[in-house]
Nanobody, 115 residues
């Protein structure tokens, strides 16, 4: 069973930066896509950024130019660098490791951006 654990969330002022980390229990090469999603209070979970194993990175329009997804194959880490944070970025952020058999989700890490 795949395990995914996020870390790095916290409270930050608007305009600040955070880097979220995601530790995966299997090699990144075993997954078709690594992604970050978020869910704000009262809203549905939405895609923030994803990195297909083949192809270009994809970002939500709301974070393009501010967030960057990256991976480190050793030791199986996925990162989300978040710059120029805005209050509307406040949410729980989830890491997803996706492949045909379903992959896995982490428990999430909370990001709060104060104005």
């Amino acid at each position: 069973q795949v395990h995914v654990v996020e870390s790095g969330g916290g409270l930050v002022q608007a305009g600040g930066s955070l880097r979220l980390s995601c530790a995966v229990s299997e090699s990144i090469f075993m997954f078709d896509t690594m992604g970050w999603y978020r869910q704000a209070p009262g809203k549905q979970r939405e895609l923030v950024a994803k990195r297909p194993r083949w192809g270009s990175r994809i970002y939500a329009d709301s974070v393009t130019g501010r967030f960057t997804i990256s991976v480190d194959n050793a030791p199986n880490m996925v990162y989300l660098q978040m710059n120029n944070l805005k209050p509307e970025d406040t949410a729980i952020y989830f890491c997803n490791a996706d492949r045909p058999d379903g992959g896995a989700w982490g428990q999430g890490t909370r990001v709060t951006v104060s104005s």
